[in-house]
């Protein structure tokens, strides 16, 4: 016999963790600390171990996994489960609308609800008397797989609604449709994770969700990182009254405690409806999930339903697709660019093949060890990915559609430049030619010592640089400065202008600020915010190349791995013999601003870091301590801002929200120390 106020005490233990999740997973917005969560599931595990028959479905201790299953039962959905048609661009979202308009009444006004259109696997999920009960896959649209189990371990689902006690009330039956998926971030932290574990990879987020979803052990299921949005009620039975509109069925869904998109729009007329598809189409890379385009709906639920179906397509919804970013075509060769600092990298020459309408013949392959994960093999079909400015690359091979002419690939042991060996330091991914005078070397130096984030050359780009090198006119960087107009006379393309500029373009550089010589030399690991760093506190070249390990490490902001390099890059004979060059050159190798007329605008400041940003997260920290500001590990009361990226971890978002921590974007950071800091970079 279960006594009264344990049974009381569970129900109640219950509804807390059920609006913790919610407030956790969905909202991000946490009202208590990890510990105190833990506690109140610790003494309902009790309660439960204890009084077994209290353990109910809807229970959140019953999310973990149950054993594994032999196979998925088939059930019918009680409502057809519809796909879209598809609208390739604004013309074709008119003549949707010119379509179902000649269905209704004349004069009548539509609105519409914008939703992205997420890239994952549709889910249906039923609740009877507020308890999730069953959950499916789409399948056919008219027979699902019941994958329950596997759909109770996401945390972002609702096992119970309302969550929130002050929710609006559930009716007995309702069924709600959903997208489950990983976002962009958690599915390369899953890939990396599986590839360290020697276990199967996935080619992109969608088949990574499917997969995930479709395990007989909902074990394997509960350590995937997977995500929830939801949009659509399929079945609502009994009261109170149903939204009538597509805006109100997102805000009730949300309000019950589902997570829905935060990108849903409403809109007056269609026009506008286009108008934000395309900015989301131009701007999609920003999105956190991969999506194929925008939903555009009828807002109006019953006029939507009046429209019917054609075929297995809704009239009253359309898909506003994004063009297209993958296409497969056939991998021809494998061949190998040389960095400035050696590093061998492979990239793929194709087939030509269109993709969103730009012709793609090349894309990287990033590394040796990228291609023998993914088994590439000359000769493959191959897909490949275009995103945005991103340069294209070879999502994986289709390996069904190989005929025994494939050609695994073996990466080289020599530079394919100058024939030097090939070497691959311990503990790195990247391969190194060992010849410092390889020509391809030199050849993307001298274009990085001239380019904007540096010397700011103009007229002095790769092509340029190629040519010196051909013509053995310069052997480093050093070099520029003692070229002749005779010289450049002889190169193909130069006329007296054009060797006039380029020499006048070389002499300005001299005065260029010493943080910018420094970007410059190409020192490994100090870009242009480490090298401001350097300049401000050594003042001078001799000074810097003077400094031991652990004086470099007392800078803040530096860190072991930069002083390693630059005690290492100052070492060489060949590289002193470079400064001593530029020194009788004229070039400026010293800071001229006193160290105290350094601004610093973040002075007493204490900056958090969340996300992506537009540079390697380290850059953007020693950036803010080189003007004066602080940057820590994790939020606290003493965080003055937290610099939010894309796809923010959410531990210190929620942390922020929970303390009213001024949340910034790097924009936003830039203008506070006067938008001109590390712009070369």
């Known amino acids: 016999m279960v006594p009264e106020e344990v049974r009381k005490r569970v129900e109640e233990l219950r509804r807390e963790i059920h609006y913790h999740n919610y407030r956790y997973y969905v909202l991000a917005a946490p009202v208590v600390s990890d510990a105190e969560y833990d506690g109140l599931m610790r003494e309902l595990r009790e309660l439960e171990e204890k009084y077994p028959e209290l353990v109910t479905p809807d229970s959140p201790t019953q999310r973990v996994g149950a054993p594994p299953a032999e196979a998925f039962e088939r059930v019918r959905h009680p409502a057809p489960i519809l796909s879209l048609d598809n609208a390739f661009g604004a013309e074709e979202a008119r003549a949707w609308l010119e379509r179902i308009s000649k269905l209704l009444p004349s004069g009548i006004h539509l609105d519409f609800v914008v939703e992205p259109k997420i890239d994952g696997l549709t889910v249906v999920l039923h609740y009877r008397e507020g308890v999730f009960t069953l959950g499916a896959t789409r399948g056919d649209g008219e027979m699902g797989e019941d994958i329950t189990p596997n759909l109770r371990t996401l945390r972002q689902l609702p096992l119970r609604i309302p969550v929130h006690p002050d929710g609006p009330a559930s009716p007995p039956y309702l069924v709600v449709r959903g997208e489950a998926f990983m976002t962009l971030r958690d599915f390369e932290e899953f890939n990396r994770s599986q590839a360290e574990r020697g276990e199967k990879t996935f080619a992109n987020p969608r088949n990574a969700a499917a997969g995930s979803l479709r395990q007989l052990d909902s074990g394997v299921t509960a350590e995937r990182p997977l995500s929830l949005l939801c949009y659509q009620v399929v079945v609502y039975e009994g009261e109170p009254a149903p939204p009538t509109t597509q805006w109100e069925v997102l805000a009730y869904l949300r309000d019950l405690g589902f997570p829905v998109s935060e990108q849903a729009a409403h809109f007056d007329d269609l026009e506008e409806a286009i108008a934000y598809c395309e900015a989301w189409a131009a701007r999609r890379d920003t999105l956190p999930y991969e999506a194929d385009g925008m939903v555009v709906k009828v807002n109006d639920l019953r006029v939507a339903a009046g429209l019917g179906v054609v075929g297995r397509a809704p009239r009253g919804a359309v898909a506003f ?96 430049v100058c024939g030097e060996p090939a070497v691959r330091p311990p503990g790195e991914v990247a391969v190194y030619c060992v010849n410092a005078a390889c020509p391809a070397q030199l050849v993307r130096r001298i274009a990085y010592f001239a380019s904007r984030g540096a010397m700011d050359i103009e007229t002095l780009g790769e092509k340029t640089a190629a040519l010196l090198v051909e013509r053995g006119l310069v052997e480093d960087v050093a070099d520029l400065y003692y070229l002749r107009k005779e010289d450049l006379l002889q190169l193909e393309g130069f006329a007296e202008k054009k060797a006039e500029n380029l020499l006048a373009g070389i002499e300005g550089s001299k005065e260029r600020p010493f943080g910018r010589v420094l970007t410059g030399l190409g020192i490994r690991y100090v870009g242009g915010t480490v090298a401001e760093i350097l300049a401000c506190h050594f003042r001078s070249i001799d000074t810097l190349a003077a400094a031991t390990e652990e004086e470099l490490e007392a800078v803040e902001g530096i860190g072991p791995r930069i002083a390693g390099a630059v005690v290492d890059w100052f070492a060489r004979p060949r590289h002193r013999a470079i400064i001593e060059k530029l020194q009788r050159a004229g070039v400026r190798l010293a800071e001229e601003v006193p160290a105290e007329a350094v601004p610093q605008p973040l002075a007493e400041l204490t900056f958090v870091i969340t996300g992506a940003l537009s540079r390697p997260r380290e850059e953007i920290a020693a950036m803010i301590e080189a003007y004066g500001g602080r940057v820590t590990g994790s939020v606290s009361r003493k965080t003055d801002y937290l610099v939010v990226g894309e796809d923010p971890g959410g531990t210190k978002y929620r942390r922020a929200q929970e303390l009213g921590v001024p949340m910034i974007d790097e924009e936003h950071l830039m203008r506070m120390v006067g938008d001109n800091p590390d712009r070369q970079d």
């Open 321 to 416: 697709k994004f063009p297209a970013r993958e296409a497969t075509t056939r991998l021809l060769h494998i061949r190998v660019n040389v960095g400035r600092t050696g590093t061998l990298t492979p990239y793929a020459v194709l087939e030509p093949v269109n993709i969103g309408g730009v012709t793609v013949g090349k894309a990287t392959l990033h590394n040796f060890d990228y291609i023998a994960q993914k088994d590439i093999r000359v000769g493959d079909r191959v897909i490949v990915k275009r995103a945005g400015d991103v340069i294209p690359q070879i999502v994986g091979p289709i390996a069904d559609l190989r005929t025994g002419v494939e050609r695994p690939y073996e990466p080289p042991d020599r530079c394919p």
